[in-house]
């Protein structure tokens, strides 16, 4: 098993920044799940569906949804098995609660979720 505790959210102005921290614990999550798996940002706005975000797979390169390409950057830091999620020059648009993911041996892992808010 793996549990995900996603961190880091808040309400910030248009234009500030936040990262998101997603810290993994669990039997299956060592020795460093982030970087070993397939992870994933993803978010949900009131109203709407779950997008994906971001996206880091083992020794292969990141991807980003198209709206935040630029603003935003996933990464890991497997000393602490914890991933990450800058994101700067928030927009209104960005606002939703964050989630993160990880797929271990093909079983996906979500955490709770941290709520981003951001004002004009």
């Known amino acids: 098993q793996v549990q995900l505790v996603e961190s880091g959210g808040g309400l910030v102005q248009a234009g500030e920044s936040l990262r998101l921290s997603c810290g993994a614990s669990g039997t299956a999550s060592s020795p460093n799940v982030f970087t070993a798996n397939t992870a994933k940002w993803y978010r949900q706005a009131p109203g709407k569906q779950r997008e994906w975000v971001a996206l880091m797979t083992p020794h292969g390169p990141t991807n980003y949804r198209e709206s935040v390409k630029g603003r935003f950057t996933i990464s890991a830091d497997s000393t602490s098995n914890t991933m990450y999620l800058q994101m700067n020059n928030l927009k209104p648009e960005d606002t939703a609660t964050y989630y993160c993911?990880?797929?271990?041996?093909?079983?996906?892992?979500w955490g709770q979720g941290t709520q981003v808010s951001v004002s004009a």
């Open positions: 993911k990880v797929e271990v041996h093909m079983k996906p892992f």
